[in-house]
């Protein structure tokens, strides 16, 4: 079926970095846009970033512009994102999410916690 | 950035009831919108999309409409596993946003 698996979290410094991955199954990864959504312990959605289906556009949000890096490998069906001078307030669940009907996220991967703290 | 309330943060209901929520943008989005359904430690899972449109397997009783400022989301008889935190999210321009959520209490 259908699936996202994300991998990479655990506890980082502040200032330090991470490389979160998301591992698609059961379509053709290459056709499709993936986001990244993350959603703080307790808080509501935050988008975060999203790539083209190959790669050649990429969006972010303000709040980690200059700062994250989305990416993908389209031979081994994978997206990435690397985040660097993480911040505290950057602690929280990561999804990933594929693009469905131009207008909705689905499925999302069961997500990867990512807490940022000294 | 195109910032999306919802309306209300959080509501109490019971089994049956008829209960609808509010999504407002500060700019006009056309249809661009969706609405997703969060239960506790769960991935969101889609419900609506271009504002009006059912997912497939989603059960009838989900409904929106709106089109450019205001958008509503509605459930016309409350199941117990409808019980969740709801969110509208815009998909009209960059960077992308959600509601604040909503939550469906008994």
């Known amino acids: 079926q259908v699936q996202l698996v994300e991998s990479g979290g655990g506890v980082v410094q502040p200032g330090r970095s991470l490389r979160l991955s998301c591992v698609a199954s059961?379509?053709?990864?290459?056709?499709?846009?993936i986001h990244w959504v993350r959603q703080a312990p307790g808080k509501g959605l935050e988008w975060v970033a999203l790539?083209?289906?190959?790669?050649?556009?990429?969006y972010y949000a303000d709040s980690v512009k200059g700062r994250f890096t989305i990416s993908r490998d389209n031979s081994k069906n994978t997206l990435y994102l690397q985040m660097s001078s993480l911040r505290t307030e950057d602690t929280a669940v990561y999804y990933c999410?594929?693009?469905?009907?131009?207008?909705?996220?689905?499925?999302w991967g069961q997500g990867t916690l990512v807490t940022v703290s000294s | 950035a195109i910032q999306l309330t919802q309306s209300p943060s959080s509501l109490s209901a019971s089994v049956g009831d008829r209960v609808t929520i509010t999504c407002r943008a500060s700019?006009?989005?056309?249809?661009?919108l969706a609405w997703y359904q969060q239960k506790p430690g769960k991935a969101p899972k889609l419900l609506i999309y271009?504002?009006?449109s059912l997912e497939f397997g989603v059960p009838s009783g989900f409904s929106g409409r709106g089109s450019g400022t205001d958008f509503t989301l509605t459930i016309s008889s409350l199941q117990p596993e409808d019980f969740a935190t709801y969110y509208c999210?815009?998909?009209?321009?960059?960077?992308?946003?959600f509601g604040g959520g909503t939550k469906v209490e008994i």
């Open positions: 059961g379509f053709t990864f290459r056709s499709y846009e």
């Open positions: 999410a594929r693009v469905r009907h131009k207008t909705g996220l689905d499925p």
């Open positions: 271009d504002a009006s």
């Open positions: 700019q006009d989005i056309s249809t661009s």
């Open positions: 790539i083209s289906y190959d790669g050649s556009n990429k």
């Open positions: 999210q815009q998909f009209k321009s960059y960077p992308l946003t």
